[in-house]
């Protein structure tokens, strides 16, 4: 059910509110949620944007909030997390997140639910991966699952070498996948309503790219252009950082020395 052009309510416990940073890495922007009715949670509050927030607080309409919640620190999820926490709540996520923020707010252990009201929990997933301090969260018992950066709405996420991991990724996802959720509610992109089939996808995905690097190296790849061509192909300029940090996670993977 859409609400406008930045907000959007995904049943009657979800709604989205997108801010206004699209890129190459954030796709149309990046999704703030507010989840539940009864005492609803702020899930990344986004970029320091006014406008964001004020979209973000006409969502909440005066209720109060049970927390503001982080997936993880980068900027485009947490650059508003101070403001947020003034504005609705405690400031909740990975005591790694608050520690790489600087700022206080109550840690999150990893399968802690923080109570919603109205027989809803969300529950906290560590899944370090995409960076250390990832979390996600499952929105208990709806199943919805919000998958911050580790997996998003449309294409793959990139690792950030060294702070993310191929191997840590590849474990989060599969405890996603064990979770059983009912659909994706992606930090970037559209929802994801074939859950299981499409987190079975992201992870053969990876294993083809880990692949690719690993036949790249076998056929005489040395540089970051060469196996960023022979990964990647005819990759925008905007998207090779991006390219060069995940092929690096990949060579990680593969133990490549003097990687």
Known sequence: ????????????????????????????GTQTYVIGRGLPVVLDPGPLDEAHLGRVERVVAGRAVAAVCLT????????????AADRWGALRGSATTLARLGQEGRPLADDEAIPLGDGLR???????????????YLLEPEGALFTG????????????????????????????????????????????EDAGPRLAAH??????RVAQVRDALAAGARTPEQL????????????????????????????????
Do not use: F, K
């Open 1 to 28: 059910m859409t609400s406008g052009p930045h907000v959007v309510r995904h049943g009657t416990n979800v709604t989205a509110v997108r801010a206004d940073n699209p890129g190459a890495l954030t796709l149309t």
């Open 122 to 136: 969300l529950r906290a997933v560590a899944t370090p991966g995409h960076s250390a301090d990832h979390l996600c």
């Open 149 to 192: 950066d580790l997996v998003l709405g449309e294409g793959s996420s990139m690792i950030v070498h060294p702070d993310g991991s191929v191997e840590a990724w590849l474990a989060s996802l599969a405890r996603l996948a064990a979770l059983r959720p009912t659909r994706l509610l992606p930090g970037h992109g559209p929802p994801v």
């Open 72 to 83: 993880h620190a980068h900027a485009d999820h947490a650059a508003a997390a101070a403001v």
């Open 203 to 208: 992870r053969a995905h990876r294993l083809e």
């Open 228 to 259: 960023r061509a022979a990964v990647y192909g005819d990759l925008p300029a905007s998207h090779h950082e991006a390219a060069d940090l995940t092929i690096q996670a990949y060579l990680a993977y593969l133990e490549v020395p003097g990687r």
